[in-house]
């Protein structure tokens, strides 16, 4: 990647600076390499003099201006005077109050498209993950009935944050956790529902599946087996809706009865017992956890000796701890913030020595507006997806940083025009398709050759600023990954598609790309090719469809 060029070439001029003894010695930070938001300043830009002024105890200004002067640039990139020479740069400038700005140059700018076009769908896959394996749980509902709109925001960021993952070399399973157990008070609940003895989860919907399993619960008189048993109808419903409707793939359905069933529960118990974290009071077992950073001790078995739900939950992450993830990602709803310091400080108890992040999805509602069909507080994702579509749905609900509150503009979804951000992206690749088929009525010296590759390389052509700007917008593909990955910040991927898109119909708008130039033609219908392909991708990486035509 071409960040990790520049801060290669920053490390050196700082290591070669002390070397020569014009810099003291210290260690070297993280070099932050940024892209400017003012264009003028640069394709990157580094503050790494800022960062070491204190260290190196000279000005910050001096150093940047010491750093640039390591920097010889040259067209190819030969040795200059026995200093840094870096032929994919055009200039380095030192600014006030200290930092440093980096211009590529055009002749490296060219050769990105030869790159993007050879590795097609590849484009943009890392290695930083090191094919360590990470479990992402996500969507994990309530049990008790169909998903709600709540549920569709963890639900399509989970799926596109484990694509993130994989496409930065990471092993990625993905897992649903059902809690099911007979000894949860919801399924309880549910079971009275069940046996017409009272109405608090009773829905149309539930009604037709308690008919349909009318037979089965005649003959149960226990309110926990039959809200264990009306929870695995349901829970078949949602299966087969994520797997069908939302395009979920799951590779693990985890139930907590299982942990009931072979013994984990009493097991984990006895293993807190033995380490002496257990102690009794009120006539419930707590669990001394207040010590390993959460805010108190929590009940692990209840007054009536039932195991509360911490407890089958520490067992679950027990056994995912066993499993040997190297990182594990919990995404929860809302209502579960307070759980956060709870399970971090199992993870210490249990002694996980792999990352355990839980990322927590803040609450959805429906702007105000023509919804007719919406009653109630509680609406059904899978109204949403029939009302706007998944494409929509999936980039309306990724467009949004997961730790804010969201409001969901269904209106604006359902538009087929610009004004609608997810019609906007795939217009841009129907237009692109649409430019490429084209091309195939051009003379066979200006056509795409068989496989797709184009018969013309003449790429030092482009040189237009909406062409070049362009290709700098493709380049960062793979930066986009690799910070996304870092830091799960999955709104990136949706704003990305935008600003390409943005960048993709300014250069259409400027640049006649079915020219009679045969050499320019080829070289933008390569640019096109190459754009589709990493349009394409970032459709994918969200799980949204790439039309050819619209």
Request: charged share 30%; glycine share 6%.
């Amino acid at each position: 990647m071409t960040r990790e060029k520049i801060k290669n070439l920053v490390q050196k001029a700082i290591q070669k600076a002390q070397k020569e003894k014009k810099l003291a010695r210290f260690k070297i930070p993280e070099i932050q390499v940024e892209k400017p938001e003012d264009k003028t300043h640069g394709d990157y830009s580094t503050n790494i003099a800022l960062q070491i002024a204190k260290a190196a105890k000279r000005n910050p200004i001096e150093i940047a201006r010491l750093l640039t002067s390591y920097f010889r640039l040259s067209a190819k990139g030969e040795t200059h005077q026995g200093r840094q020479t870096s032929g994919f740069l055009n200039k380095v400038e030192m600014v006030k109050p200290g930092f440093i700005n980096f211009f590529l140059s055009e002749a490296y700018l060219q050769k990105q498209i030869s790159e993007i076009l050879k590795r097609k769908e590849k484009y943009g896959q890392l290695k930083i993950g090191k094919n360590q394996k990470v479990n992402v749980e996500f969507i994990s509902a309530n049990p008790t009935g169909p998903l709600h709109i709540g549920n569709g925001r963890g639900a399509f960021f989970g799926d596109c944050l484990s694509n993130i993952l994989e496409k930065a070399g990471y092993r990625v399973i993905r897992e649903y956790y059902i809690n099911d157990a007979k000894v949860n008070t919801q399924i309880k609940i549910l079971g009275k529902t069940a046996l017409n003895r009272g109405i608090t989860y009773l829905t149309k919907d539930l009604e037709s599946k308690i008919k349909i399993l009318g037979p089965k619960l005649k003959k149960i008189t226990s309110e926990a087996e039959a809200g264990n048993l009306l929870a695995k109808k349901i829970q078949k419903n949602i299966r087969d809706f994520i797997d069908k409707k939302l395009k979920i793939k799951f590779d693990n359905w985890i139930t907590e009865e299982d942990f009931y069933k072979k013994s984990r529960i009493k097991k984990i118990y006895e293993q807190l017992k033995k380490k002496g974290l257990t102690y009794k009071k009120e006539g419930a077992q707590w669990l001394r956890i207040s010590k390993f950073g959460a805010t108190k001790d929590e009940v692990i078995i209840r007054q009536t000796g039932e195991p509360g739900y911490f407890l089958s939950d520490i067992a679950y992450h027990q056994d995912k701890f066993k499993r040997g993830f190297s990182k594990i990602i919990n995404i929860w709803g809302a209502d579960h913030q307070g759980h956060v310091p709870r399970i971090k400080a199992v993870a210490k108890i249990l002694g996980y020595k792999g990352d355990l992040d839980v990322l927590i999805s803040q609450m959805v509602r429906l702007k105000r507006g023509k919804i007719s069909k919406r009653k109630g507080e509680i609406v059904a994702l899978e109204w949403l997806i029939n009302e706007v579509g998944l494409d929509a749905a999936r980039f309306f609900y990724l467009m949004r940083s997961l730790d804010t509150q969201m409001e969901f503009d269904v209106e604006l979804a359902k538009e087929r025009s610009a004004k609608s951000p997810v019609y906007y992206v795939q217009y841009a690749h129907a237009r692109i398709s649409s430019i490429l088929r084209k091309a195939t009525s051009y003379p066979p010296k200006a056509r795409l050759a068989k496989g797709g590759k184009l018969q013309s390389t003449s790429y030092n052509l482009l040189t237009h600023p909406s062409e070049l700007g362009l290709i700098k917008e493709l380049m960062r593909f793979p930066e986009v990954i690799e910070d996304t990955a870092n830091d799960y910040q999955v709104q990136r991927i949706p704003q990305y598609a935008i600003n390409l898109a943005t960048s993709f119909h300014k250069f259409y708008r400027d640049c006649k790309v079915l020219t009679k130039e045969k050499g320019l033609k080829g070289a933008r219908l390569g640019l096109v090719s190459a754009t589709q392909n990493v349009l394409k991708n970032t459709l994918g990486l969200m799980g949204i469809s790439a039309p050819e035509k619209m």
